[in-house]
């Protein structure tokens, strides 16, 4: 398989929902994973007929290189720390708290405004649907998932266009299961397997959840 498998994530979201729509959903809602899940997620639920929202949930990075996440933290919930990457890096909770500390923050600033006065929209008792652009370590994935649970949904399924190759499985301990379009040999980074994989910003977030 080669690299681009989608053009955008308007096209990842449509693939995805196709993935979805095989199967029945009972008073569905489908949240994206701010940000770049967000427009896939919008798709999806427009697709589902489904209620839109947002999840925030940010990485904790290995100190000096940021985007290789050992972790992530919610706003709310505990925070998620791969051990084995920490293992391998030598790494401590201890020495990232500053780190957590500050992703956090950010989480409950970005939430607060994505929210922007409304109240959380229910969880207990729904089919949820967490959606994001793709998945690599699950680092992310996982820190929102075990803070949906706490919210009791009726089940929860992880989404996500593509994902690399053993991550999916790897989250079914955290979801009553994961779909992804493709999982493609080769995986280095989410974006490589989009033609269009631009920044998305809490401003493109606030356009789609006010549609």
């Not at 990232?96 to 929210?115: G, M, N, P, S, V």
Request: hydrophobic share 45%.
């Amino acid at each position: 398989m080669t690299d681009r498998v989608f053009a955008d994530r308007d096209d990842g979201g449509r693939r995805l929902a196709a993935e979805l729509r095989r199967r029945s959903w009972a008073d569905p809602l489908v949240l994206g994973l701010a940000r770049g899940g967000v427009p896939v997620a919008a798709v999806v639920a427009r697709l589902l007929g489904a209620e839109l929202d947002v999840v925030v949930a940010r990485k904790i990075g290995a100190p000096g290189r940021r985007e290789y996440g050992v972790g992530a933290v919610t706003p709310d919930g505990p925070a998620h720390y791969d051990e084995a990457i920490l293992r391998s890096l030598n790494l401590t909770t201890a020495r990232l708290a500053r780190t957590e500390d500050r992703e956090r923050a950010e989480a409950r600033r970005r939430l607060e405004r994505y929210r922007a006065g409304r109240p959380p929209v229910r969880v207990a008792g729904r089919d949820v649907v967490l959606v994001d652009d793709g998945l690599a370590t699950g680092v992310t994935a996982t820190a929102a998932l075990r803070e949906l649970r706490a919210a009791r949904p009726r089940t929860v399924v992880f989404a996500a266009p593509v994902a690399a190759p053993g991550a999916a499985s790897r989250l079914l301990g955290e979801a009553d299961d994961v779909v992804c379009v493709a999982e493609p040999p080769g995986f280095r980074a989410v974006g490589q397997w989009y033609a269009d994989f631009h920044q998305i910003g809490d401003e493109d977030v606030l356009d789609l959840l006010k549609r």
